[in-house]
């Protein structure tokens, strides 16, 4: 379908056992699709966890899973940040590199242009992290691939909404 | 500290007391024995000993349903949970409030596969409305009575605490209902937005073929409810169609109700929902099994959608305007606002559109022929209502063909005296149900109507209908077949009748007398009001077996992926063996 749209939503939650398996069980078993997904704790004092997920669907099925988290008895709030305008979105990864010679020299030198950091270092390899956008970090990870990218890690989202605008 | 201290158990069954339960449905077993020997030594709560742990839950869902108020059960560990599921389902999908306490083995086994250990709280989280594992003693009170307010409140629903058996033997501190913090996260909107109901009003004000469409959320929200969308209907002399949910929520010999909606509903409800101009829908959710194909559902209407779950909004069918609140509070700000603009109907327009709806009750389409013969299983069904419409009657069904008729034939006049499990079919819901309702109603006349498959999936709980004596009647439909899954094998898979026919039935008379109940028999049209009667002045549990015509269809019908005005009249009607569409086929 052409009205499939992607949306970041944030979902603040009392930390406790099993929230995040409600969470994704209803992604799961109600058929709606999750991009990417994270979860830690914000929030010590009040107990609250923070939850990013991207989904995608049409937008009866944004409003729905909106509607569905809502009625989960640990969920306090869902913000569907890409709604409510601009967000800022950010990816960290991780990314090793294998290799000696020019293309180690060539790694380094397209790293530093899309400000990414050495992390970790031998002699034959390297741990990249770098942060920015998913496609930031699709770009990277594609230019990596030739010169000896052997394993990456990613956060999957996080995201907050731009402006004075708060939970 | 004021705090009371005591063990896990006694909490328990303190914390029931609080809550204003009166009785327990359950089963004992390893990890639960704590309770048991608590609820051993008090004499406030009673405890109804079912056969199964699926039963104590639907008797909990019929008790739950004639009183509006929570039903409760107790289950052991492992087996005793995993048999509730099927119940907790049922009441998910039903909106029927449940406390469901579950035994589990103690903290420090679980996740060891213990002996009876199942994890209940995995497998039971997308079957309740929420569900706890409590750790701690001194959590329990809190759970207890936060348990009881999310089940009874928002839309309501079942909820599951799991009791590991070390923490019913710890001993901690009781906190009583009023002492507990309610939490932040869980707050049911119930007081509707004004400016909805400003445009709802407005919406009416002009509406020239109105409907109204009632579910079960109106007898959910409680009598209050009920009367005002009498009121409603007073006001505005619009005609009402009600789901299989909401029957009973408006009287069904009013001249204004238009019968059952959806697949088995009747054609004026059908044809006045896809031809509608407003559509008022009051706490239904626009199920599959009401709309038919959602791309040709009621066309050209404007939909006002009453709902106290904002995810029932625009989760089948378009809204144009959604009203979020509790029915009872919806239904006394739109009377108001309606009486605020000096609302007069729309005369000549509604006139008219009853002149066309009159045109298709006409149809007579719940009409059958009883020959002298073989029963008609809808006369049979007929039968019971006229003998049984004097008193005070609550009718509790399985699921199928026989709930269908019912649902078509048996007219309700007053909410909380229809049982039937609705969303998830739940065959072998009757028996239980109508168990719950006997023992929350011990005077009145309760009757399951029931197919010959049906019953068989609990039958056993007969026996627990005779141990407490509760005097309730089982109407069995008896057509020797699956009925409904015939008819669709008759309608949709060239009559090939596969696996849909019981052979080597029991005989349900003796069967009944096996318990200890009574057993009568009926095989001729003429000697139905009879064995009803005598059914009625049996003062113990009975079942009539009704042998009624293998053949008969409900009908009318919305095949699968058809739309309201493409409905099958009867066997006669020529669409009838017209073919299903392929999108149609798939449909369930």
Same mark, same amino acid.
């Given at each position: 379908?052409?009205?499939?749209?992607?949306?970041?939503?944030?979902?603040?939650?009392?930390?406790?056992?099993?929230?995040?398996?409600?969470?994704?069980?209803? =992604?799961?078993?109600?058929?709606?699709?999750?991009?990417?997904?994270?979860?830690?704790e914000v929030?010590?004092?009040?107990?609250?966890?923070?939850?990013?997920?991207?989904?995608?669907?049409?937008?009866?099925?944004?409003?729905?899973?909106?509607?569905?988290?809502?009625?989960?008895?640990?969920?306090?709030?869902?913000?569907?940040?890409?709604?409510?305008?601009?967000?800022?979105?950010?990816?960290?990864?991780?990314?090793k590199?294998?290799?000696?010679?020019?293309?180690?020299?060539?790694?380094l030198?397209?790293?530093?242009?899309?400000?990414?950091?050495?992390?970790?270092?031998?002699?034959?390899?390297?741990? =990249?992290?770098?942060?920015?956008s998913?496609?930031?970090?699709?770009? =990277?990870?594609?230019?990596?691939?030739?010169?000896?990218?052997?394993?990456?890690?990613?956060t999957?989202?996080?995201?907050?909404?731009?402006?004075?605008?708060?939970? | 500290?004021?705090?009371?201290?005591?063990?896990?158990?006694?909490?328990?069954?303190?914390?029931?007391?609080?809550?204003?339960?009166?009785?327990? /449905?359950?089963?004992?077993?390893?990890?639960?024995?704590?309770?048991?020997?608590?609820?051993?030594?008090?004499?406030?709560?009673?405890?109804?000993?079912?056969?199964?742990?699926?039963?104590?839950?639907?008797?909990?869902?019929g008790?739950?349903?004639?009183?509006?108020?929570?039903?409760?059960?107790?289950? +052991?560990?492992?087996?005793?949970?995993?048999?509730?599921?099927? &119940?907790?389902?049922?009441?998910?999908?039903?909106?029927?409030?449940i406390?469901?306490?579950?035994?589990?083995?103690?903290?420090?086994?679980? &996740?060891?596969?213990?002996?009876?250990?199942?994890?209940?709280?995995?497998? +039971?989280?997308?079957? +309740?409305?929420?569900?706890?594992?409590?750790?701690?003693?001194?959590?329990?009170?809190?759970?207890?009575?936060?348990?009881f307010?999310?089940?009874?409140?928002?839309?309501?629903?079942?909820?599951?605490?799991?009791?590991?058996?070390?923490?019913?033997?710890?001993?901690?501190? @009781?906190?009583?209902?009023?002492?507990?913090?309610?939490?932040k996260? @869980?707050?049911?909107?119930?007081?509707?937005?004004?400016?909805?109901?400003?445009?709802?009003?407005?919406?009416?004000?002009?509406?020239?073929?109105p409907?109204? @469409?009632?579910?079960?959320?109106?007898?959910?929200?409680?009598?209050?409810?009920?009367?005002?969308?009498?009121e409603?209907?007073?006001m505005?002399?619009?005609?009402v169609?009600?789901?299989?949910?909401? %029957?009973?929520?408006?009287?069904?010999?009013?001249?204004?109700?238009?019968?059952?909606?959806?697949?088995?509903?009747?054609?004026?409800?059908?044809?006045a929902?896809?031809?509608?101009?407003?559509?008022?829908?009051?706490g239904?959710?626009?199920?599959?099994?009401?709309t038919?194909?959602?791309?040709?559902?009621?066309?050209?209407?404007?939909?006002?959608?009453?709902?106290?779950?904002?995810?029932?909004?625009?989760?089948?069918?378009?809204?144009?305007?959604?009203?979020?609140?509790?029915?009872?509070?919806?239904?006394?700000?739109?009377?108001?606002?309606?009486?605020?603009?000096? /609302?007069?109907?729309?005369?000549?327009?509604?006139?008219?559109?009853?002149?066309?709806?009159?045109g298709?009750?006409?149809?007579?389409?719940?009409?059958?022929?009883?020959?002298?013969?073989?029963?008609?299983?809808?006369?049979?069904?007929?039968?019971?209502?006229?003998?049984?419409?004097?008193?005070?009657?609550?009718?509790?069904? #399985?699921?199928?063909?026989?709930?269908?008729?019912?649902?078509? %034939?048996?007219k309700?006049?007053?909410?909380?005296?229809?049982?039937?499990?609705?969303?998830?079919?739940?065959?072998?819901?009757?028996?239980?149900?109508?168990?719950?309702?006997?023992?929350?109603?011990?005077?009145?006349?309760?009757?399951?109507?029931?197919?010959?498959?049906?019953?068989?999936?609990?039958?056993? #709980?007969?026996?627990?209908?005779?141990?407490?004596?509760l005097?309730?009647k089982?109407?069995?439909?008896?057509n020797?077949?699956?009925?409904?899954?015939?008819q669709?094998?008759?309608? %949709?898979? &060239?009559?090939?009748?596969?696996?849909?026919?019981?052979?080597?039935?029991?005989? /349900?008379?003796?069967?009944?007398?096996?318990?200890?109940?009574?057993?009568?028999?009926? +095989?001729?049209?003429?000697?139905?009001?009879?064995?009803?009667?005598?059914?009625?002045?049996?003062?113990?549990?009975?079942i009539?077996?009704?042998?009624?015509?293998?053949?008969?269809?409900?009908?009318?019908?919305?095949?699968?992926?058809?739309?309201?005005?493409?409905?099958?009249?009867?066997?006669?009607?020529?669409r009838?063996s017209?073919?299903?569409? #392929?999108?149609?086929?798939?449909l369930?």
């Amino acid at each position: 379908m052409s009205d499939i749209e992607r949306h970041a939503i944030a979902v603040l939650v009392d930390n406790e056992p099993g929230v995040l398996a409600r969470v994704i069980g209803l =992604f799961a078993g109600r058929g709606y699709n999750i991009e990417s997904l994270t979860v830690a704790e914000v929030d010590r004092a009040n107990n609250l966890s923070r939850i990013n997920v991207v989904t995608s669907g049409t937008p009866m099925i944004i409003e729905q899973i909106k509607a569905q988290l809502s009625r989960l008895v640990p969920i306090r709030v869902v913000k569907d940040l890409t709604q409510e305008g601009a967000c800022v979105e950010r990816e960290l990864a991780l990314l090793k590199m294998a290799g000696i010679g020019e293309k180690r020299i060539e790694s380094l030198r397209l790293a530093d242009i899309f400000r990414a950091r050495v992390v970790d270092s031998t002699i034959e390899t390297f741990v =990249f992290e770098v942060t920015g956008s998913t496609e930031k970090l699709d770009a =990277f990870i594609n230019l990596m691939q030739p010169l000896g990218l052997v394993e990456v890690s990613r956060t999957g989202v996080v995201a907050i909404s731009r402006g004075a605008a708060n939970f | 500290m004021s705090a009371e201290q005591m063990n896990g158990a006694e909490m328990v069954i303190k914390a029931l007391g609080d809550q204003g339960v009166d009785v327990v /449905f359950g089963y004992p077993g390893g990890a639960v024995l704590p309770i048991y020997d608590a609820l051993f030594q008090q004499n406030h709560l009673r405890h109804i000993l079912v056969r199964h742990e699926q039963g104590a839950v639907h008797a909990a869902e019929g008790y739950a349903r004639s009183t509006g108020k929570v039903g409760v059960v107790l289950v +052991t560990s492992g087996p005793g949970a995993t048999n509730a599921v099927t &119940g907790l389902t049922d009441a998910l999908m039903d909106s029927v409030p449940i406390v469901c306490l579950t035994g589990q083995v103690p903290t420090h086994l679980i &996740g060891n596969d213990a002996f009876q250990e199942a994890d209940t709280t995995g497998i +039971t989280r997308p079957c +309740t409305k929420h569900n706890y594992l409590v750790k701690d003693v001194n959590d329990l009170a809190r759970v207890l009575h936060e348990a009881f307010y999310v089940a009874r409140t928002g839309r309501p629903g079942p909820v599951v605490v799991d009791l590991p058996k070390d923490v019913l033997f710890a001993i901690g501190n @009781y906190r009583p209902p009023e002492q507990v913090e309610q939490r932040k996260s @869980y707050r049911p909107q119930t007081e509707p937005d004004p400016a909805r109901i400003a445009e709802a009003a407005d919406l009416i004000m002009h509406a020239k073929k109105p409907l109204f @469409y009632g579910g079960g959320g109106i007898i959910n929200s409680g009598p209050r409810a009920c009367k005002l969308f009498g009121e409603l209907m007073d006001m505005t002399g619009f005609p009402v169609t009600l789901t299989l949910m909401g %029957l009973g929520a408006f009287p069904a010999s009013d001249k204004r109700y238009l019968g059952l909606v959806g697949m088995h509903g009747t054609y004026e409800s059908n044809l006045a929902m896809h031809d509608c101009d407003v559509m008022i829908n009051v706490g239904a959710r626009f199920d599959d099994r009401v709309t038919g194909r959602v791309s040709a559902f009621s066309p050209n209407s404007k939909k006002i959608h009453i709902d106290i779950d904002p995810s029932s909004i625009n989760k089948n069918v378009r809204i144009d305007i959604p009203v979020i609140g509790d029915t009872a509070k919806v239904l006394e700000a739109l009377i108001g606002a309606l009486k605020a603009r000096r /609302f007069a109907p729309d005369r000549p327009a509604l006139a008219k559109w009853w002149k066309e709806i009159e045109g298709w009750r006409k149809r007579d389409s719940l009409h059958f022929d009883q020959g002298d013969t073989i029963i008609k299983p809808q006369y049979a069904i007929e039968r019971l209502h006229a003998l049984t419409a004097d008193r005070e009657t609550f009718i509790t069904t #399985e699921v199928g063909q026989h709930q269908m008729w019912a649902a078509q %034939l048996f007219k309700f006049e007053k909410p909380f005296h229809w049982m039937t499990s609705g969303g998830l079919g739940t065959m072998g819901y009757g028996l239980p149900a109508a168990i719950g309702v006997q023992v929350a109603h011990p005077d009145a006349l309760v009757v399951d109507i029931a197919g010959e498959a049906s019953i068989l999936m609990n039958i056993q #709980e007969m026996s627990t209908a005779c141990q407490y004596r509760l005097p309730v009647k089982i109407f069995i439909v008896n057509n020797q077949y699956m009925g409904m899954v015939r008819q669709w094998q008759e309608l %949709l898979h &060239g009559a090939r009748y596969s696996e849909s026919y019981t052979a080597s039935l029991p005989d /349900f008379v003796k069967l009944a007398e096996a318990f200890g109940a009574h057993g009568l028999r009926c +095989t001729k049209p003429s000697d139905v009001d009879d064995t009803i009667r005598e059914m009625i002045a049996i003062p113990g549990p009975v079942i009539v077996d009704v042998a009624v015509d293998q053949a008969e269809n409900c009908f009318p019908m919305i095949p699968s992926g058809a739309a309201h005005n493409e409905m099958i009249l009867g066997p006669a009607d020529k669409r009838s063996s017209g073919p299903v569409s #392929e999108e149609g086929m798939v449909l369930v």
